[in-house]
């Protein structure tokens, strides 16, 4: 029996036209499953799809919401009507905006409050609607896989990037609370857990982490690599080997747990 074997498995990505949702979607269409993208922009999910295809025919998307039950309620019914069920969701949609971060010269007090909600509005509930609607489908066929998407900033205070930071703290506490509710009330076969990325340049984080000037990194920059002991940033495809155990059997046993993927970020004092 192959643990690692995910072929044939119906895995649905939201964010799958991003920066770290189009790595994943990429890796395992390439290792045999079917893969279905979703986002809020025809021309995210049209390039994405476009790429995708170059790898395998056993891929789709479509334009939807994550904060829309409608919306996620129509390409749930259109999944199930192609496929007759889903086997994995990725909650890979999430973001920042730049009124819920504290500027250099700012502090809290002068945090924009509707820019906060929006943040936590998209990294919590874009997570929440999908595992509502996708998870019912699992329910019903007993067996199901949840994968979240937090952050380091989850765990501990990273300066600046307040609204971030609750959205992720939730969604750690919401991928605990969720392991237990589906295992309790429909069994093992259903499990929910979320992987916590350390630092990867990407659309989000690029101009806080590099100068645009002069390409070198920023202050911040730096202090991340001075407090990662593998002393880089990671790549993007660095996040496949533990997605792929979390969406395959060998992994099925672990539920509610948050794994860091980090270079040892968060397990260094800084001293
Ligand atoms: N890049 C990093 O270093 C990093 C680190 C830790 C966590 N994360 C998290 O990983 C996830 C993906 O990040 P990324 O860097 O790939 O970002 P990205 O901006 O490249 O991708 C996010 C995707 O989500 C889509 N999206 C946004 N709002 C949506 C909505 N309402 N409905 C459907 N789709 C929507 C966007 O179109 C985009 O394609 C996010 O949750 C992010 O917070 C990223």
Not at 61 to 68: E, H, P, R, S, T
Request: with cysteine; net charge neutral.
């Amino acid at each position: 029996m192959n643990l690692f074997d995910i072929k044939n498995k119906v895995i649905v990505i939201t964010g799958g036209g991003g920066v770290l949702g189009g790595e994943m979607a990429t890796y395992l269409l390439a290792n045999g499953a079917f893969v279905i993208i979703l986002g809020h922009r025809d021309t995210t999910v049209n390039s994405g799809l476009e790429k995708l295809k170059k790898i395998s025919d056993n891929v789709s998307g479509y334009v939807c919401n994550a904060l829309d039950e409608t919306s996620l309620k129509e390409v749930s019914d259109k999944i199930i009507a192609k496929h007759g069920k889903i086997d994995v969701l990725i909650n890979a949609a999430g973001g920042n905006m730049p009124g819920a971060t504290i500027g250099v010269n700012q502090t809290i007090f002068d945090v924009n409050i509707d820019d906060f909600k929006k943040v936590v509005d998209l990294n919590l509930f874009g997570s929440i609607l999908p595992a509502m609607v996708f998870g019912k489908e699992m329910a019903n066929n007993k067996k199901g896989v949840i994968i979240n998407v937090s952050s380091m900033t989850a765990q501990s205070a990273i300066t600046r990037v307040v609204g971030y930071s609750a959205s992720k703290a939730a969604i750690d506490n919401f991928t605990k609370w969720l392991s237990v509710e589906l295992a309790l009330k429909y069994g093992e076969g259903l499990r929910v857990n979320a992987i916590a990325p350390g630092f990867f340049i990407g659309n989000q984080n690029r101009d806080l982490l590099i100068d645009k000037e002069t390409g070198n990194y920023t202050d911040r920059g730096d202090t991340i690599i001075r407090n990662t002991p593998m002393k880089r940033f990671g790549e993007t495809d660095e996040l496949n080997g533990t997605i792929h155990y979390l969406c395959a059997d060998a992994s099925k046993f672990v539920t509610g747990v948050v794994l860091p993927i980090d270079g040892g970020f968060s397990a260094f004092s800084g001293v």
